[in-house]
Every structure is written in structure tokens, then in C-alpha cells.
């Protein structure tokens, strides 16, 4: 977009300001994805579908909860967390398309 537009902007730029944006808590890397997401909810499950890409965060606090205390008896304190399901997703599964 930005090229297309006649700016030029370095690949170092892009990755220092994805960088900046995760270090703020405003994105987070999805491992599965093998991209990035906006921070909607700090204990969330992210459910991932590997035939749309769909991305859902599901809040979990019961699940997180459980990690904490798990966490801790074993003389961990946890500073943060990455729970993410990759799958299919119902519209996939019943072979509904997108749009």
C-alpha cells in the first residue's frame, strides 16, 4: 500500500515498529498463525483455523487460573502465557465459504 503510494519503507522500519507495538501490549505474535494479532483479551485461548485463518480469542479466566496455581506449586511465578488450539473451525466444517 504504502509503496504503491511511492513511499519506501525499509523492511528494518516495519520490524522495529512491530517490535514497539508488541513491547506495548497492543499486539501479540501468534505462533500458529505465523503472524500477529491485536491484544482483545489478556487470558484468552486463541482458537485458530488452519483452512480459513480465522483468529478467535476466547476469554478464559477459569483456564488461566488453573495455570497460575499450577504454575506456582511448582515454584513458578508465570509472567505471561501462549495457549493457542489450531483446528477448523464450524463454518469450515460444514463447508461454508467466507463472504
Given at each position: 500500500m504504502l509503496r504503491s503510494?511511492?513511499?519506501?519503507?525499509?523492511?528494518?522500519?516495519?520490524?522495529?515498529?512491530?517490535?514497539?507495538l508488541v513491547d506495548q501490549?497492543?499486539?501479540r505474535k501468534v505462533l500458529v498463525a505465523g503472524?500477529?494479532?491485536?491484544?482483545?483479551?489478556?487470558?484468552?485461548?486463541?482458537?485458530?483455523?488452519?483452512?480459513?485463518?480465522?483468529?478467535?480469542?476466547?476469554p478464559c479466566v477459569e483456564a488461566f487460573d488453573a495455570l497460575d496455581h499450577a504454575a506456582a506449586a511448582n515454584g513458578l511465578a508465570a509472567s505471561r502465557y501462549i495457549v493457542e488450539?489450531?483446528?477448523?473451525c464450524s463454518r469450515c466444517a460444514e463447508g461454508i465459504t467466507p463472504g
Open positions: 503510494e511511492g513511499y519506501l519503507v525499509s523492511p528494518s522500519l516495519v520490524f522495529r515498529a512491530i517490535r514497539r501490549g497492543s499486539i503472524g500477529y494479532a491485536l491484544v482483545r483479551e489478556d487470558r484468552a485461548i486463541t482458537l485458530f483455523c488452519g483452512q480459513c485463518g480465522g483468529l478467535y480469542d476466547i488450539i489450531e483446528g477448523r
